[in-house]
């Protein structure tokens, strides 16, 4: 990855340009004169692609017997499936990031959220509640909502509530916990809680030169038709390489940590929450699944699991990636382990009150 | 990459899952429920490669863009700074960022074209610890006649109802082997919530007439009765039954390899 310094000699707009500035007098150019220009380096990425797609279909008998140790077999089953599991959540979320940053106004926004910050970060995130779906989802709608002029904060506070509080999450947790119902409720606050705390805490703390605020270039097109598509190519492309990423440390995780660990981990109260906050951030289990998970650590208290499910739909090693590549890795090495804290503190508190 | 690897890939990606979710391939790795969406992203990943190839297109003719809306000319413009690679200003972080990262989504592609692994087996089976859990309930059986029933039926029924409604009954259940690494062999279901990352093994011990050989991850239908006899799972302690069997047969995959009995 070249670092951002490394610009072409003519670059002289600052980094937040607005595309319309960046683009200069182009009506004086025939738009393909510069595309031959620049083609050399760039026209080789199908060629580069159809080499690698053949070589690979030559080559896949040893491929094949090369991958076909028990462990490797699992790697690859559990990589694939958190891919499957999480594409179409991923379109979901990327073509509604796509119609917000298209079709709706940004004026909406500053009608439907409080004016003043403090006020939009609850707000927002009671909000969350309306996205179904699981976290990969709400990366690509908080981007959004950036760029549509929505305070960070808030949309912050709407990218950590939505994947643990919607209805879908909240019915898997019922399930899973039978006999648990205030699991629910608990799940509810401890989650809303951190998101708000977390928002407020970006309002006072956070700094913009943190964010890297996303490009808006890629929505701007000839039509509103052509702006979406294009935008949702790009989310697709871009978010997903990262969510490759995650599922890769997800995968390996879930092959090669011995299930041993845990029960040493159980023993201690303490260490059990925060062996188990540490594994959902490792096993970047989607938030419609993690109650199941939670529910068969039998060895752990309530408290524990909470922590579980409060922290996985929050950070994990997917997350982390996915929020790298939308808002930058400035923010991302701030933002996680800011959130991983409090939401382990929110857990406690709301289990020692309810559990 | 530019924007026509992209759009191969968008392709490709989307048509491999629309293959996995018309065949029974996605069940290997998600919840049959998935389905529906699987096939509507599929389709709509198809669809992103098709626009794409079709605003490149009409971008590549100049003449027919301009006279169309010449006022849009500088977006246009930008858009194609931004796909070379080589554009003005802010563009350029962006599209080395873009390109690279996008690359790996070519690996889930072999994997799931090429090698298409298969679902969880007694590898990742025997690392984990039973997930047996207490039933809500108890579907009532057939009076009379031999009984079929899943792994984490029988195991439940054997170990919370203390085997009261299956004692005594021929027993059919279909699972995989899995040996641990004394060489006994249990009959696993992976039980799933939602994808194959949350799979869970359910196991039962097998005792009685045990086929000699016995080779991990071939699928067995066996017969046999309810003992009251159980073990503890060494990884997590859980509650393991055992079933005692009086012939087993081997059966092919079933569609859906994993139990998903928890998802109603």
């Known amino acids: 990855m070249k670092s951002p310094d490394v610009k072409p000699a003519d670059a002289k707009a600052p980094d937040n340009a607005t595309p319309a500035a960046d683009a200069k007098s182009p009506d004086k150019q025939p738009p393909d004169a510069q595309s031959p220009a620049a083609k050399p380096g760039d026209s080789k990425s199908p060629l580069v692609l159809t080499l690698l797609l053949l070589s690979v279909v030559l080559l896949q008998g040893p491929i094949r017997g090369a991958l076909s140790a028990p462990v490797m077999q699992s790697w690859m089953t559990v990589f694939v499936a958190v891919l499957v599991q999480a594409l179409p959540f991923l379109v979901l979320g990327v073509l509604l990031s796509a119609a917000i940053a298209v079709f709706v106004p940004p004026s909406f926004f500053a009608r439907a959220l409080p004016s003043r910050p403090a006020l939009a970060v609850p707000v927002a995130g009671m909000a969350g509640a309306m996205l179904p779906g699981c976290e990969c989802a709400s990366v690509p709608v908080a981007g959004a909502l950036v760029r549509r002029g929505v305070t960070p904060a808030a949309a912050l506070a709407f990218l950590l509530s939505a994947p643990a509080i919607n209805p879908i999450v909240l019915t898997a947790t019922a399930v899973a916990f039978p006999r648990n119902p205030e699991m629910v409720l608990a799940r509810f606050l401890a989650s809303l809680l951190v998101s708000c705390v977390m928002g407020w805490l970006w309002q006072r703390l956070g700094r913009t030169d943190w964010l890297r605020t996303p490009e808006r270039s890629h929505y701007e097109g000839p039509s509103k038709g052509a702006a979406f598509w294009n935008s949702v190519r790009h989310d697709v492309m871009h978010a997903g390489g990262f969510l490759v990423v995650g599922a890769m440390a997800a995968a390996t995780l879930k092959a090669l940590a011995p299930a041993s660990w845990l029960r040493t981990a159980a023993e201690n109260p303490l260490v059990a929450i925060l062996a188990l906050a540490v594994l959902a951030v490792l096993l970047s289990i989607c938030s419609e699944a993690d109650a199941f998970v939670a529910a068969s650590l039998t060895q752990f208290s309530l408290t524990a699991k909470l922590a579980f499910l409060v922290v996985g739909p929050m950070i994990d090693l997917k997350l982390f990636a996915m929020q790298a590549g939308t808002f930058g890795r400035g923010f991302a090495l701030r933002f996680a382990p800011a959130t991983f804290a409090l939401a382990i503190v929110g857990a406690v508190l709301t289990g020692a009150v309810l559990l | ?264």
């Not at chain 2, 984490?152 to 009954?169: C, L, M, P, T």
């Open chain 2, 1 to 264: 990459m530019n924007r026509q690897a992209q759009a191969a890939i968008l392709f490709l990606t989307g048509a491999a899952l629309l293959h996995a979710g018309l065949t029974n391939l996605y069940l290997r790795y998600v919840k049959a429920g998935l389905q529906p969406l699987l096939l509507a992203s599929g389709a709509i990943l198809i669809l992103a490669s098709l626009t794409t190839v079709w605003y490149e297109w009409r971008g590549r003719k100049p003449k027919a863009t301009e006279t169309q809306d010449p006022n849009h000319n500088p977006n246009h413009e930008h858009e194609h700074a931004q796909e070379d690679g080589h554009g003005h200003g802010h563009d350029h972080e962006h599209a080395h960022r873009e390109p690279r990262i996008s690359w790996l989504l070519v690996l889930p592609l072999l994997a799931l074209i090429l090698v298409a692994p298969p679902a969880l087996g007694s590898y990742s089976a025997m690392r984990t610890g039973t997930a047996l859990q207490q039933p809500y309930g108890y579907n009532k059986l057939p009076a009379t006649g031999p009984l079929n029933l899943t792994v984490v039926d029988y195991a439940g029924r054997a170990v919370y109802d203390h085997g009261r409604s299956i004692a005594g009954r021929q027993i059919h259940v279909t699972g995989f082997v899995a040996l641990d690494h004394t060489g006994a062999p249990y009959l696993v279901r992976m039980a799933l919530n939602c994808c194959a990352a949350d799979a869970q093994p359910v196991k039962i011990a097998l005792t009685g007439k045990v086929p000699p050989v016995l080779e991990p991850d071939k699928w067995l239908e066996v017969t046999g009765t309810y003992t009251t006899r159980q073990t503890k799972d060494p990884v997590n302690n859980g509650p393991i039954p055992y079933l005692k069997i009086t012939s087993a047969k081997p059966v092919p995959t079933p569609s859906d390899p994993y139990d998903e009995s928890w998802n109603q």
